[in-house]
């Protein structure tokens, strides 16, 4: 087969696969918006019966977070449109223990100790996420000084800070 070919075959394996999480297979959660959901269908930020939201209900019937809206449908068309980096960008988010601390309705994150990226990042450009991420004191976000933060992300390999600065973009895109 030669590599285009691959290349193609690729893109339809990962396009069958995503747009099976985006249409909600594996659906989590309940009606009332309570649960949190960690299918496909709210890892891929789809929501679902339920979704990820919060409970004061907003994340009911195929919501994806909280009031403000963070994330949601092309937040998950953005990561999709990655493809092989978006995957490479939200292990990087797993591996390193973001999700611990931080809310990522893309990841099914539903961390409280850091500020909820869904909400602070849907403005930010790529300059500022990295910042962001490599010196969390440099800008820090309203109740939060970053100095929970841990601070070795600055040396992650390059390849990976980039997938996750690029997939953090793509994810709370608004």
Known sequence: MTGGRVRALLAVLVTLVLGGAILGVGQGGDDAGSGSGTTAATQSGAGGDGGSGEANG???EGGSGDADGGGGADGASAVQA????GGRGRKTFEDEGCAG???LADA???GRIGPDLDAVLTDQDEAKIREGIVDPQAEATPGFTGAQMPDRYDELPAED???LVKY???ATKG
């Open 58 to 60: 907003s994340g009911g």
């Open 82 to 85: 990655l493809g092989v980096l």
């Open 101 to 103: 601390c931080h809310r």
């Open 108 to 110: 099914g994150a539903t």
């Open 161 to 163: 800070l980039d997938a």
């Open 168 to 170: 953090l973009a793509a």
